[in-house]
């Protein structure tokens, strides 16, 4: 429900209020303005013959409500600020409903048209008497801070939830919360002489305080309580086990520290569904043994039964099944294992996204992704010992390290491996050139002897075991030094 002039522009902002989401009216029932009532009859017109209804609801803070007669039928409508009959002096409140919705209303309190309770309103508020009520409600949080200093003070097992003015600033009610009865006497004197107005006390409970107070619920929507919610009714843990939710106290209570309202709110459709369902303290009796119920999923008919002797394994079973097996049990008949019955349960697979215009999975980004630099690195890691193979000529792995200040002689190298194959030609082209490499020394030709100090040199790597001469820690120097020493068959070829 809400008024006419809550309609929102292309950004989302009210029109008509401009509040930016509390109606400003008094009528939608959000922000300030709790328990609101919609006049859906205000545009009709009464039968002829018939008078208006002279009963007004008057809304004062915190959604707290009065009916009040209009003896003098003043032009009072939906919205107006009014002076009432107070105990003792007057009341300034706003006129929340009106009209035949009034009759409904009352009856839901169960009050009658001359019941005491019912008092009268004076007047329309005089701008002088607005003044004096901006004034006592600007007072109230100084109020209520320092009473709770005065409740310190004097050990009070209580608590100062709320305070609130009255229209002429005479007079003051404090509401308080306590576990227990509370003597306080001296509390009213101390309070009377602390602000020089007449007090009155009174208890109110948590969930009432809650109501009071407002705030937003677990669900992201401002309390119940506050909002709509009239009747508290009480609420006990069994509807939290009709409806298979865990014991919690810190998830099923409440901003009033008490037990959520909403709890209540779908207990009748789980009683309902519960009716076909079989207690839970009945033992099914199968061949292998005595199985015992677990827990249940009322909405999808599942069950979960184990066997007294072998807990830890739970077998799901439809509502059916045990069903079935129950009526064997009372012809005095076992029936099949809980295994061969969890085998005939069929279990709908669910499908967490389906691609039917073309779009990505939402979890598409859940997934890390590997980095191309890592998987280079890692299938260049397990190329490395084929490469020293190739480069060794399937020679047997060094026993001994390299020094590795020394320098390797890829000249001497060559000489040695043609001594030791005399009669093998070489694989270059006499009539073609190779590339001049400025950082490696000239080569020797195969007739060409070798010098003294090449064949010391090869008399000391003689001693020394083969492959030693081999860099293993740097196979790239070695692959360069390597594709250097191959002869080089391009037809463009320098001079030397």
């Known amino acids: ?124 508020a005089s701008q002088r008497d607005i003044d004096i009520w901006q004034q006592a409600r600007a007072k109230e949080e100084e109020t209520q801070r320092r009473g709770r200093e005065i409740l310190g003070r004097l050990g009070l097992q209580m608590k100062l939830s709320d305070v609130e003015y009255q229209g002429d600033g005479n007079k003051a009610t404090f509401y308080y919360t306590a576990d227990a009865r509370v003597d306080f006497r001296q509390l009213i004197r101390d309070l009377a002489s602390a602000f020089s107005i007449r007090v009155e006390m009174k208890q109110v409970g948590a969930r009432q305080e809650a109501a009071r107070l407002g705030g937003v619920g677990s669900c992201g929507r401002e309390l119940c309580c506050s909002t709509w919610l009239t009747d508290f009714r009480k609420v006990t843990t069994s509807a939290a086990r009709y409806q298979q939710l865990s014991l919690n106290p810190l998830k099923l209570a409440g901003q009033c520290g008490k037990l959520k309202c909403c709890l209540n709110f779908e207990l009748d459709t789980y009683l309902d569904a519960l009716k076909s ?91 890390p992704k590997t980095s191309k630099r890592k998987r280079n690195n890692r299938n260049r890691n397990r190329k490395k010992p084929v490469a020293v193979n190739a480069n060794s000529n399937n020679k047997p792995k060094p026993t001994q390290k390299q020094n590795p200040n020394q320098k390797r002689k890829p000249q001497a190298k060559k000489q040695g491996n043609q001594q030791n194959k005399p009669n093998q030609k070489p694989k270059q082209n006499p009539q073609k050139k190779a590339k001049v490499n400025p950082n490696q020394k000239p080569k020797t030709q195969p007739n060409q002897k070798p010098k003294p100090k090449s064949q010391g040199q090869n008399q000391g790597n003689a001693n020394q075991p083969k492959g030693e001469v081999k860099k293993i820690n740097k196979p790239r120097r070695n692959n360069r030094n390597r594709k250097n020493n191959k002869p080089n068959n391009d037809n463009n070829t320098e001079k030397k």
């Open 1 to 124: 429900m809400a008024c006419g002039s809550c309609g929102t522009t292309e950004n989302g902002v009210p029109k008509g209020c401009k509040s930016n989401g509390n109606c400003g009216t008094g009528t939608c029932g959000s922000g300030s303005n709790k328990l609101a009532v919609f006049d859906w009859l205000s545009n009709m017109t009464l039968p002829s013959g018939q008078e208006k209804f002279n009963i007004f609801e008057v809304r004062f803070k915190n959604g707290r409500k009065h009916f009040y007669k209009n003896p003098d039928n003043l032009p009072v409508t939906m919205g107006d600020i009014v002076a009432v009959e107070g105990n003792p002096g007057h009341d300034i409140g706003t006129v929340s409903l009106a009209g035949e919705l009034v009759k409904v209303q009352m009856k839901k309190r169960k009050i009658t048209a001359d019941s005491e309770d019912v008092k009268k309103i004076y007047r329309k």
């Open 277 to 367: 369902f079989p207690k839970q303290d009945v033992v099914l009796k199968t061949e292998k043994g005595d199985a015992v119920f677990v827990k249940m999923d009322i909405f999808k008919n599942h069950l979960w039964y184990t066997y007294k002797e072998e807990r830890f394994k739970w077998f799901r079973l439809t509502l059916d099944q045990v069903l079935e097996i129950i009526d064997f049990n009372k012809n005095n008949e076992k029936s099949a294992t809980l295994e061969e019955y969890e085998a005939d349960v069929v279990i709908p697979e669910k499908v967490d996204f389906e691609d039917a215009v073309g779009q990505d999975s939402l979890t598409r980004f859940d997934a």
